[in-house]
Each structure stands twice: as structure tokens, then as C-alpha cells.
């Protein structure tokens, strides 16, 4: 686990919920999707604290069935992109040369 006080602002951002549902790609497959004031917006991670204070976080509700998932509400995560890999370097194991 990356800690997110260490990944620096000017390369990481994040969706709410993940990208998938909040750039609204749902819809090109035909799954529902529901206009919310937070989606189709990518935030920098200083807005992470007055997002979640706003609007909460994601359900932590398991599915009882995985069967049908799409067709449900898919707000179950918070999506956070690094777009530099040195931020991670410290916590991936070096690969062999």
C-alpha cells in the first residue's frame, strides 16, 4: 500500500468513483449511468479532503451476488492515478535485470 501523503500533487490525481464510471464510458457499453455533480471530472489530490467531505465515500455495501453488477450502482471506489512512476519506485520490488 502507497501511502497517499506520498505521492506528490503535481503528478497524482483521481475520479470519484473509478474512471470507468465517472468519464461516463459506461454508457458506450450500454450500462446505466446517472449524471452526478462529481463526475466526468478528474480532481487533484488536495480536493481528496472537501470531495469526500461533500459528497462521502463510496458504498462499502458487498454485492450479494456478483451476477448483474453492471447493472447496478457502481460507485464503489475512489480511482487515484499517478502519472510518473518514480513516486512508486520505493514501494515496487526492482525486477531482474
Not at 459506461?26 to 472537501?50: C, M
Amino acid at each position: 500500500m502507497i501511502p497517499l501523503a506520498d505521492l506528490p500533487s503535481e503528478t497524482t490525481s483521481f475520479t470519484y468513483p473509478d474512471s470507468f464510471t465517472a468519464m461516463a464510458l459506461v454508457s458506450a457499453f450500454s450500462l446505466p449511468y446517472e449524471p452526478k455533480p462529481y463526475r466526468e471530472e478528474v480532481f487533484r489530490i488536495e480536493q481528496l479532503h472537501d470531495l469526500i467531505g461533500r459528497y462521502g465515500l463510496p458504498s462499502e455495501e458487498p454485492d450479494a451476488t456478483y451476477h448483474g453488477y453492471q447493472n447496478r450502482p457502481f460507485e464503489k471506489y475512489i480511482e487515484v492515478q499517478v502519472w510518473s512512476d518514480s513516486p512508486i519506485h520505493p514501494f515496487v520490488a526492482p525486477t531482474a535485470p
